[in-house]
T-cell receptor
Framework: AQSVSQHNHHVILSEAASLELGCNYS??????LFWYVQYPGQHLQLLLK??????LVKGIKGFEAEFIKSKFSFNLRKPSVQWSDTAEYFCAFFYGGSQGNLIFGKGTKLSVKP | DAGVTQSPTHLIKTRGQHVTLRCSPI?????VSWYQQVLGQGPQFIFQYYEKEERGRGNFPDRFSARQFPNYSSELNVNALLLGDSALYLCASSLVAGLNTEAFFGQGTRLTVV
């Protein structure tokens, strides 16, 4: 079955530290890839997406992700985190054409210490 | 612009009861999907509707049903509630169904079954 693996359950960083969250998906066909963020008490928001083209995609708030097809990976990065980045981050991929759906990972909770 | 709106925001039900959750998509969006998010997990796909037709169904029992109305709003119904149905139920809307489409999520309905 298709799945998404997020490597870290909980990451704790100090402000200004660099962030990399791992994500691997299992599907051999064409996919769209996403990172969503859920701030405490708020709804899921899109950070960035990959549909096609340049495998290095930039999103909001200084986040970026790199799609490596050969590794089925879509890791999220940010050079310098802020306290306001404290949130839960979900990697997801869409497959299946017009009858497809999003498959989400279990999420990574990021805590940034001021 | 109004985002995806869901009602109610919170709900407490007793085992065996029935519940109806509602979702209004972003204006112009014709596809609505439902997801269940239990604590500590990523959202899991339940249903997708596009142009009032069911386009996909996740691995959920027949107690779960949904429909989409002519104005593209949607209802999720759950019969014979179990304690394990306690979760955050998310509605997502997108312009169309299929690849290369972004899903926008609502705040969710927090269902507690006691």
């Amino acid at each position: 079955a298709q799945s998404v693996s997020q490597h870290n359950h909980h990451v704790i960083l100090s402000e200004a530290a660099s962030l990399e969250l791992g994500c691997n998906y299992s599907y051999g066909g064409t996919v769209n890839l996403f990172w969503y963020v859920q701030y405490p008490g708020q709804h899921l928001q899109l950070l960035l997406k990959y549909f096609s083209g340049d495998p290095l995609v930039k999103g909001i708030k200084g986040f970026e992700a790199e799609f490596i097809k050969s590794k089925f990976s879509f890791n999220l990065r940010k050079p310098s985190v802020q306290w306001s980045d404290t949130a839960e981050y979900f990697c997801a991929f869409f497959y299946g054409g017009s009858q497809g759906n999003l498959i989400f990972g279990k999420g990574t909770k990021l805590s940034v210490k001021p | 612009d109004a985002g995806v709106t869901q009602s109610p925001t919170h709900l407490i039900k007793t085992r065996g009861q029935h519940v109806t959750l509602r979702c209004s998509p972003i204006s112009g969006h014709k596809s609505v999907s439902w997801y269940q998010q239990v604590l500590g997990q990523g959202p899991q796909f339940i249903f997708q509707y596009y142009e009032k037709e069911e386009r996909g169904r996740g691995n959920f029992p027949d107690r779960f049903s949904a429909r989409q109305f002519p104005n593209y709003s949607s209802e999720l119904n759950v019969n014979a509630l179990l304690l394990g149905d306690s979760a955050l139920y998310l509605c997502a809307s997108s312009l169309v169904a299929g690849l290369n489409t972004e899903a926008f999520f609502g705040q969710g309905t927090r269902l507690t079954v006691v």
